[in-house]
Every structure is written in structure tokens, then in C-alpha cells.
């Protein structure tokens, strides 16, 4: 299922149990577990989309279990705000769109994977977090030799000095026969 599907339809199933919890069909707590199944399942998945491959290699399940434990935790402090508040659907909306836009970021991880690169943008390892904006370009050289020359790209909106670090000195990381 290719990315933006993979992004609609998680926000779709999410936002149409929010529906029943409003309307009282559904208790706040089983919402929450069931959004996070629904989370882990869009992460994994967007994951594949990204190497092209059916199921997930144990560097994708590191990738993407390291990713949903932080993730997975923001998501109880925004259902413990909805318990405390009660948060009006389009602000429940917009802010389920913050998680499933990092799916792109998922979806990159499993694109480069095959690169094995040293860092990637929201991991959680820039003073950024998960409002970085940077990303990968890729130029592959030569897909046998395992040749690329990678370039962090620093976002539009964003300079944390970490990402500013990122991007000089991997401007490109030179990958040569996989290595750098
Ligand atoms: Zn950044």
C-alpha cells in the first residue's frame, strides 16, 4: 500500500473511532489502544512501502520499534489531554495529522535502508525532535558497488545546531562498497 493510502486510511480509522467515543460507543481507553495498534501497524507498513519488500527486516523492527516507543508515549500524553480537557474533533484531527505525517519519515528510513545511514531526521537524536524538517538525498552511483553520496538536507523552517552539524559533515557522506 503506497504512503498516502497508508497515511488516510490510519487517520481515517482513528478519527472514525474518536466518532464512537463522542458519541459513547466506545470507552476513551479503548480508543487509545486501539490507535496505537493502528500506529504500530501504519509504521511498519509504511516502513515496507519504503524498501519495496513484503515484511520487515530486524534493522526495519529496530527502526521502527525505537521509533514507537517515543511516539507511543506523546500519543498517551495527547489522550490523557482529551481525558483531562475533552479536545473538539478538528483539534483532535489536526493533531492526529502530526502523527501520521512522520510516517513519511518511516517510509524515507525504509527507502535508504539498504544504505544503512548513520542518522535519520525525527529519530529523536537532533535537539529538534520530531519537529525536524530535514531529510535525505540520496544520489546512488552504482547500486552494485554500493556507491551513494548521501546529503543531509536541512528543512525550510528548522537550523538546530545538531542538523546544521548533520549537514556539514555529510555534504555528502560518501558511501563506498557500503561503507563510510
Ligand atoms: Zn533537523
Given at each position: 500500500m503506497p504512503l498516502d493510502r497508508i497515511q488516510s486510511t490510519v487517520l481515517d480509522d482513528i478519527l472514525t473511532g474518536y466518532g464512537g467515543v463522542l458519541a459513547g460507543l466506545q470507552s476513551l481507553d479503548d480508543w487509545r489502544e486501539e490507535s496505537k495498534t493502528l500506529l504500530t501497524i501504519a509504521h511498519a507498513a509504511a516502513y515496507m512501502d519504503g524498501t519495496g519488500v513484503r515484511e520487515l527486516s530486524a534493522v526495519g523492527r529496530q527502526y521502527v520499534n525505537s521509533l514507537l516507543a517515543s511516539e507511543l508515549t506523546y500519543f498517551d500524553a495527547f489522550v490523557d489531554a482529551i481525558a483531562g480537557d475533552g479536545l473538539d474533533e478538528a483539534t483532535v484531527q489536526r493533531r492526529l495529522t502530526m502523527y501520521t505525517d512522520k510516517l513519511a519519515a518511516t517510509n524515507d528510513a525504509g527507502r535508504y535502508?539498504?544504505?544503512?545511514?548513520?542518522a535519520q531526521p525525527r529519530d529523536g537524536r537532533t535537539q529538534c525532535l520530531s519537529n525536524c524538517g530535514c531529510s535525505w538525498r540520496v544520489e546512488v552511483l552504482s547500486v552494485e558497488e554500493l556507491d551513494a553520496d548521501a546529503y543531509w538536507q536541512i528543512g525550510k523552517t528548522e537550523s538546530c545546531p545538531d542538523c546544521l552539524s548533520n549537514a556539514a559533515r555529510w555534504n555528502p557522506l560518501q558511501i563506498r562498497g557500503g561503507n563510510y
Amino acid at each position: 500500500m503506497p504512503l498516502d493510502r497508508i497515511q488516510s486510511t490510519v487517520l481515517d480509522d482513528i478519527l472514525t473511532g474518536y466518532g464512537g467515543v463522542l458519541a459513547g460507543l466506545q470507552s476513551l481507553d479503548d480508543w487509545r489502544e486501539e490507535s496505537k495498534t493502528l500506529l504500530t501497524i501504519a509504521h511498519a507498513a509504511a516502513y515496507m512501502d519504503g524498501t519495496g519488500v513484503r515484511e520487515l527486516s530486524a534493522v526495519g523492527r529496530q527502526y521502527v520499534n525505537s521509533l514507537l516507543a517515543s511516539e507511543l508515549t506523546y500519543f498517551d500524553a495527547f489522550v490523557d489531554a482529551i481525558a483531562g480537557d475533552g479536545l473538539d474533533e478538528a483539534t483532535v484531527q489536526r493533531r492526529l495529522t502530526m502523527y501520521t505525517d512522520k510516517l513519511a519519515a518511516t517510509n524515507d528510513a525504509g527507502r535508504y535502508a539498504i544504505w544503512q545511514l548513520p542518522a535519520q531526521p525525527r529519530d529523536g537524536r537532533t535537539q529538534c525532535l520530531s519537529n525536524c524538517g530535514c531529510s535525505w538525498r540520496v544520489e546512488v552511483l552504482s547500486v552494485e558497488e554500493l556507491d551513494a553520496d548521501a546529503y543531509w538536507q536541512i528543512g525550510k523552517t528548522e537550523s538546530c545546531p545538531d542538523c546544521l552539524s548533520n549537514a556539514a559533515r555529510w555534504n555528502p557522506l560518501q558511501i563506498r562498497g557500503g561503507n563510510y
